[in-house]
């Protein structure tokens, strides 16, 4: 949403004063996720509206406690720091149809003022701007070809249009980047309560919104780029190999748990010893030689037995046992060709994942396995979009 949130603290007796750039009877899900969370933290708040170039400048003299944004630019750095993901933002650039072969130095960006795409705007040095006051107004103009350009939420785009009756199809879009949004807390506001940030980021499992998954045009551009290759890995000797040895060794449940609890404690103790051991296995070698081709965008690849037990793998994993993740149960009891997971965010790494799983099959179409990639989202669907500004 093109929400910017604002607030100050002065003491525990007075109310986090918030402000928005979005009316306050429009139903926002970002501004849900702050309620939600302070409501939670039993800390009392009220909204006010603020520009954000007013909120920025407000915190830089002491006079408000923080704000709600995407990034921690190089500038506020030093006034503030920033909180985890509270919510989730897929922006896409949508081109008009008859300015898709348009000279790219001659296209005319439109935004919504006071936007985070405002500020990212400024922040690429793109002048040649149509500013507006709304979300449905800017589809708009893009729709009467005032503009070229925009960049957008996926949802909002696409509900701004659907409200305007305007079809969103005939826009050729691409994939541009997930965007993180979290809350700015100003160096005033830890000085004065040092573990607002720890509550707020403590409380924001409570208030998570639905699972964010990929639309069907996105999983079937990554299954384009990988499938094949999963194919033919899934048919090499080593690794189907790997598989049915591994399927020789039966674990009770008590077993594999015993097991599962070994190796997740070394690996939380950096000991490694079980998975030491299988990293260096032939076919855990063959996976890692394998998944350098992609570049990135597959970050790690996991083969099991029918157990759920790792067979084979391409990094230390958090556990061993599978068998009671989704990536393994769903696929394996629903018969499906694939399954994709809910994207999620990386905090250590700054990045977005989401977890593609296939079943691994014998010559008899029996299910001997499952293998679980994880896919760096947005490193696989810039692949298809290099040029996002064209």
Known sequence: MPTTLFFALLT?????????NVSLTT????????????????????????????????????RLDGYFTTHLTSEMSQYGKLSSPIYLENWYWFTHPESVNKDPKKLRYGVVHGSYQANWFKTQNITSLLEVNSLEEIV????????DKVLLDLDDFNNAADNLG????????????YVPLGVFAANKLI??????????DETIPQCAPAPFYLSQAEQVQILNKLLDSINTLLLEPIISDAVEQSNHINLSNQELEKTDDLWVKEVKTHQHGIA?????????LFLQQWQMQFNGIVTETIVTDKQGKNAAISKATSDYWQGDEKEFSLLYQQDLDYRFDSVEYDASTHHFQVHLSLPIKNTKGEHIGVIIL???VEKALHSFNNNVLN
């Open 140 to 147: 708009n103009v893009l729709h009467h070809h005032r503009v």
């Open 12 to 20: 525990l007796a007075e109310p986090l004063k918030f402000g928005t």
């Open 191 to 200: 000085n004065t309560h040092a573990s607002f940030l720890e509550k707020f």
């Open 276 to 284: 030491k051991k299988m990293l260096v296995t032939d076919a855990s």
């Open 374 to 376: 994880g896919v760096d």
């Open 27 to 62: 139903p926002d899900n970002a501004v849900e996720q702050v309620e939600c969370i302070l409501h939670n933290m039993n800390m009392p708040f009220e909204l006010q509206s603020l520009p954000w170039l007013r909120a920025r400048r407000e915190v830089k003299l002491g």
């Open 166 to 177: 305007i079809d969103a199809s005939v826009y050729q879009r691409s994939f541009y980047r």
